[in-house]
């Protein structure tokens, strides 16, 4: 039975990333981040989501995804990031032990970041 949950899940993932590698580009899509989690200090029950941006616009929107739960509208949070220069920032805390998959979009692409394994995001309990 459990694996059959996430087995459901895994497929549900497979054809999220599928939609959107189908979507039309305005243009060539040169967002690009680098990921890392982390469990939080201050509250070992939870954890962080690190990006670290490579290429890209200046305003990116963030859609956080929880793995085994994708559906239409399952946004877990939704936030834009308005940057100019690379480096690693934080983009989501106190995330519960889980996998993660991002949805980042600019006004030229979109693409998903975390691969078809997903982010985990471990506590420290």
């Known amino acids: 039975m459990i694996q059959l949950k996430y087995l459901k899940g895994l497929l549900i993932a497979v054809g999220f990333l599928s939609l959107m590698s189908l ?4 243009a060539q899509c040169k967002i690009e981040f680098e990921f890392r989690s982390e469990v939080s200090e201050k509250e070992g029950n939870t954890g962080k989501i690190f990006l ?12 956080l995804y929880e793995f085994f739960h994708i559906k239409k509208g399952a946004v877990k949070t939704k936030k834009t990031e ?44």
């Open 23 to 26: 979507t039309d580009a305005k």
């Open 52 to 63: 670290t941006k490579k290429a890209g616009g200046e305003e990116v929107t963030f859609r």
């Open 82 to 125: 308005k940057f100019s220069n690379r480096g690693e920032f934080l983009v989501f805390d106190n995330l519960p032990s889980s996998r993660y998959l991002i949805l980042a979009e600019d006004k030229n692409c979109k693409v998903t970041i975390g691969g078809i394994e997903g982010i985990v995001v471990k506590s420290s309990r």
